[in-house]
């Protein structure tokens, strides 16, 4: 590779709408670590509703001052001692969760819950992210980005398309199944990009935004789309000869959205839960224990699942980057926030090289 650059640009989020984008120092990656020449890194909702907007976390889970990003995918340019599977060249995505590595969670590859205070620390969040030219990371962070995949495929498994993978192995899809979908921002569409290639008999997804149903419906993700309303259960009763879907998934975290995901389940129904914040209210008994319903929460995933999902999009042919509506340069990482925070759009990236002048 070549020699790397002494400075580098990185964008930090001061918690106020804005982006301040410093130059810093390149950094040498020390033992167990890898230093990657960063080729795209995608905004995530949490981004925005916890640091862009205001800095809203608590504790040592907190947004901590640092480079912001944590859907970063890139290319490997030097290698600390001690590593052992990755070299110079390798292509990889980033488990945005470095932990501690030796707790249970950490040994069943979810360092998302890691239980050490110490350890724990999120890329983007308590260490330094991916809105940079250059980052570092930590070997047992990395995941294999096949040549199939783009740069940009991958930072959507980084985050997104991992999250929802975990929440659809845990409720289970299939070609028996029809799905509903609350929330059609770059989670929910790619739950439906995932529930398509699983064979979902029927798609319907729900939103309030008009972009987002006009992009799910040019992307041909969704059956039927639905404007969010008070008649969501109705309509999507209509749609499944009024038995209700077998499977919903809440991507909103919208009180309203969640409980048309829950009472417009039908009987044996499983419901997920994936978009964070906001609250639910349902009758337990005529919403869940009458009908066999289930409930299950789902926090992003582990790494063994990243791997399998790589895998698995070769396979399929499905390019996780589809749902990218815009691409920025680093220098106009102010207008890839702004855009991601107005919700008129899919995912928004921020790239360097190939994955910049991508069309």
């Known amino acids: 590779m070549k020699n790397m650059e002494p400075s580098m640009r990185a964008a930090f989020l001061p918690g106020n709408c804005s982006v301040d984008l410093r130059t810093l120092p390149t ?26 907007r205001e800095h809203l976390g608590k504790g040592p889970e907190r947004y901590q001052g640092v480079v912001a990003g944590h859907e970063p995918s890139g290319q490997i340019v030097e290698v600390g001692p001690g ?39 999120a890329y983007g969040w308590q260490r330094h992210g991916g809105m940079a030219d250059y980052m570092i990371a930590e070997e047992k962070d990395l995941i294999a980005l096949a040549d199939e995949l783009s740069y940009a495929d991958g930072a959507q498994i980084a985050c997104g398309f991992g999250t929802v993978y975990e929440a659809i192995e845990k409720i289970g899809v299939n070609g028996d199944h029809s799905v509903l979908i609350t929330g059609l921002g770059p989670v929910g569409l790619a739950a439906a990009a995932l529930c398509r290639k699983l064979g979902a008999q029927l798609v319907i997804g729900i939103d309030i935004v008009p972009e987002r149903l006009e992009l799910a419906q040019s992307l041909t993700l969704c059956d039927f789309v639905l404007a969010a ?44 839960f994936v978009g964070e914040g906001g609250t639910v209210e349902f009758n337990p008994s005529p919403d869940i224990i009458h009908d066999q319903k289930t409930i299950y929460g789902s926090w992003v995933t582990s790494t063994w699942l990243m791997e399998e999902l790589v895998e698995r999009l070769v396979r399929w042919n499905l390019h996780p980057a589809d749902i990218i509506t815009h691409r920025f340069a680093l220098e106009d990482a102010a207008g890839a926030y702004a855009l991601m925070a107005s919700g008129k759009c899919g995912k928004v990236a921020v790239c360097s090289d190939e994955e910049l002048t991508f069309k």
């Open 27 to 52: 950094p040498h990656p020390q033992h167990g670590e890898v230093l990657l020449r960063v080729k795209a890194s995608t905004i995530c909702g949490s981004d925005i509703r916890c640091i862009y």
């Open 83 to 121: 590593c052992r599977r990755f070299a110079v060249s390798d292509r990889v995505i980033v488990y945005h969760i470095s932990g501690c590595g030796v707790c249970n969670d950490c040994r069943r590859g979810y360092m998302i819950s890691c239980t050490n205070e110490k350890y724990r620390r």
């Open 229 to 272: 309303g008070p008649d969501n259960v109705t309509q999507v009763r209509d749609l499944t000869h009024n038995y209700g879907v077998e499977r919903a998934i809440d991507c909103s975290a919208n009180p309203a959205a969640r409980a048309t995901a829950i009472r417009a389940s039908r009987k044996w129904g499983r419901i997920a």
